[in-house]
T-cell receptor, first 116, second 116 residues
């Protein structure tokens, strides 16, 4: 069965620290990959996405992610976090399965707390 | 562009009553809409996928008679929680994809349902 795993449940960092959140998906052929962020009390927002091409994708707010096909990974990174990055981060994968449209499988989420 | 709205944003109802939640794509035609449920501090759980004019496809374990989904037009899908009970209290989120074939989902702001 298709699955998505985020390794870190809760990450606590100080401002200016570097961030890397892990995301792995189970083998399943062609995939589209997404990172979403959910700020406290707000709805999901797309940070970045990978469909094809350059495996290093840049998103909003200084975030980037690298698709490593051999490792089935799509880790999220940011060189220097800010207090305002405190939020829940979700990795999501669309396994391009016929007749399932854009069905997304979400990871468990990682709560990021940035201390000022 | 690609804005999805939900109404209401919050609803409180008594046990045994039914509640309808609307999901609208405001500036695009949504070929497919998805309904998710999110428990506190947890990930999004896909409940069902609906395509305009056809019956919704429910995920395993989701009661289709309890969670009625209607996708009457290319811009509107509704989720009706029938005979609601306190355990149905949750955050319900819809999303929609357009017809461009990218399978990117645009998320609504969610509806907080509290059943007393």
């Amino acid at each position: 069965a298709q699955s998505v795993s985020q390794h870190n449940h809760h990450v606590i960092l100080s401002e200016a620290a570097s961030l890397e959140l892990g995301c792995n998906y189970s083998y399943g052929g062609t995939v589209n990959l997404f990172w979403y962020v959910q700020y406290p009390g707000q709805h999901l927002q797309l940070l970045l996405k990978y469909f094809s091409g350059d495996p290093l994708v840049k998103g909003i707010k200084g975030f980037e992610a690298e698709f490593i096909k051999s490792k089935f990974s799509f880790n999220l990174r940011k060189p220097s976090v800010q207090w305002s990055d405190t939020a829940e981060y979700f990795c999501a994968v669309n396994y391009m399965i016929y007749n399932q449209g854009g069905k997304l499988i979400f990871g468990q989420g990682t709560e990021l707390s940035v201390k000022p | 562009g690609a804005v999805v709205s939900q109404h209401p944003s919050r609803v409180i109802c008594k046990s045994g009553t039914s509640v309808k939640i609307e999901c609208r794509s405001l500036d695009f035609q949504a070929t497919t809409m998805f309904w998710y449920r999110q428990f506190p501090k947890q990930s999004l759980m896909l409940m069902a996928t609906s395509n305009e004019g056809s019956k919704a496809t429910y995920e395993q374990g989701v009661e289709k008679d309890k969670f009625l989904i209607n996708h009457a037009s290319l811009t509107l899908s509704t989720l009706t929680v029938t005979s609601a009970h306190p355990e149905d209290s949750s955050f319900y989120i819809c999303s929609a994809t357009d017809d461009r074939g990218t399978y990117e989902q645009y998320f609504g702001p969610g509806t907080r349902l509290t059943v007393t």
